[in-house]
């Protein structure tokens, strides 16, 4: 499923982006092409004025200027005195350029009778007629003839643009413009699978663990319901004296899987973001005090030494909901309580680490591996010498880390050692909360 929602993620932001990247292209192209246009336009314009200016500047017309004019192939320039071609003209005419500018010529000579020009041909005023010509074989150009009033008649100068070269250097802008959008689109698409593909994975990985989340609360709701099924077949056939001996198991069961599906909901509210908390100023000292109450007797029965260590220094207050803050404390003492065998230690501790608090739960029990320290949070997950306790699902550190991020607090593990110098071993869970300062 995933892979294929990765291909198409993939292929549609590759078609809006690609999209988007070839109208912008199109916009750019569109106005580099007007001002290749507008600049050739201006260029020729600037020609012809100084053609113009120089014919009527001058009484003699230099063939080197002539040739000067035409030698870097923008222009064709072509003379005619009175209709007579000048001799330059024949020494540079080829087939091919001795039909255009005849075409030319025709198409000047009808835009001067369409405009009424030919009467004022004997006037001293310089006349200009300018057009666009195309022909197939030959190509497309800009042409302009000057009427130069002379005192023998009349001077004709045909400028001939072509369009082929401006046109040549569209096409290979258009041709630069599309290879870089194919090399853009093709850099997108790579981009697009690894973005998408970064993005999937989270999605994907809730989904990983929704399953497993599923098939391992359906095993532990299975095993109490398979017990009380199996205890009130039981009942039904049990003599009176052992009848109390079945409610008892079914009793037990059904307040363990009852505490089971309050763990399931409280993190199910918690993925909701519908957790609320009751904040107040609070003393760590007595959320420890309360702790250390609370579980010492059962640490005395466990043959558990349970400790508290307070500092000399008062405590900053913190601003909490104590009652989410008492189940967090309860979560990591009850955890140590199972994990430390007869004999162990268990200290609780409270430390001012200037804007944040900390409270400690240390042990000497067996310790947690260094690999297993970010998966003991995950769900239903459980170290190998815990699955014999039918108590703990797996969820309780879980729980405990969502309420302390909740608070904006972190609960992290790490080795007793770093704490307790000469505890060899153990794990010490610490939570950080950020401390109230007037």
Known sequence: MFKGLHWKLTFFCTLVTGIILVAMSCVCLSIAEKSIYQSGTAEYEAAINAISSYIEAQTTISQQWLAQMESNGKYVIRIYDNG???????????????KVIDYARQTTAELYKENNLAAEADSRLTQKVSAAISLKDYGSYSITELIFPRDHGNLNVLIMYPQEPVVHRVHQQRWLFAGVDVIAIVLLGIFAWFFTRHLIRPIEESRRRQTEFIAAASHELR????????????????????????????????????????????????????WSLNTCLCDADTLLLEAYEKFEPLARGKHIELRIELPTDPLPQVDCDPDRISQVLSVLIDNALSYVPEGGRIYLRAVNDGSRLLLLVIDNGPGIPEDEKKKIFERFYRMDKAHKDKQHFGLGLCIAREIINLHHGRLTVEDTTAHIPEEQHGAAFIISLPAYIK
Do not use: C, W
């Open 84 to 98: 007579r071609e000048f001799l330059y003209n024949r020494t540079h005419d080829t087939d091919t350029s001795g």
């Open 223 to 274: 095993s109490p319901l398979t017990v009380i099924l199996s205890g009130m077949t039981a009942l039904k056939s049990a003599p009176p004296d052992k009848a109390d001996s079945f409610i008892r198991t079914i009793e037990n069961e059904g307040h363990r899987m009852a505490g089971l599906i309050d763990d399931m909901l409280a993190l199910a509210r918690a993925d909701n973001q519908s």
